[in-house]
């Protein structure tokens, strides 16, 4: 007996929703950044530390990309709905006959 693949739709919306944010952290890398590095020319610790902060976060993000984008091509929904047919009393059947509690309310 083979066994259906199992798919899971929630797979590939968070896949999609990672990849989304490691686009808006690239969009605000390249457009927002410098005013965030720029804020902190007080102490050059503290800016030394967000560059690295944000060179590690970068590094990151690529592979996390890449993982995101995979899941997505791996878990994709399907695109036709099934549609399950549920005998009506009376019926003839393949199958095991209808419960008592389908009648004729099943759609």
Same mark, same amino acid.
């Given at each position: ?7 899971? !739709?929630?797979?590939?919306?968070? /896949?999609?929703? %990672? &990849?989304?944010?490691?686009? $808006?952290?690239? +969009?605000?890398?390249? *457009? ?11 102490? !050059?610790?503290?800016?030394?530390? /967000?560059?690295? %902060? &944000?060179?590690?976060?970068? $590094?990151?993000? +690529?592979?996390?990309? *890449? ?6 091509l791996l ?33």
């Amino acid at each position: 007996m083979q066994r259906e693949r199992v798919r899971y !739709p929630l797979s590939y919306r968070r /896949a999609r929703t %990672a &990849l989304f944010a490691v686009g $808006l952290f690239w +969009l605000w890398l390249g *457009l927002g950044s410098a005013d965030f590095v720029a804020g902190l020319s007080e102490s !050059p610790i503290h800016a030394f530390i /967000a560059i690295y %902060a &944000l060179a590690v976060a970068a $590094l990151v993000s +690529l592979p996390a990309a *890449l993982l995101a984008g995979a899941r997505m091509l791996l878990a994709r929904p399907r695109r036709a709905g099934e549609l399950l047919h549920l005998p009506v009393r009376g019926e003839a059947s393949d199958t095991a006959p209808a419960h008592w509690w389908y009648g004729s309310r099943a759609s």
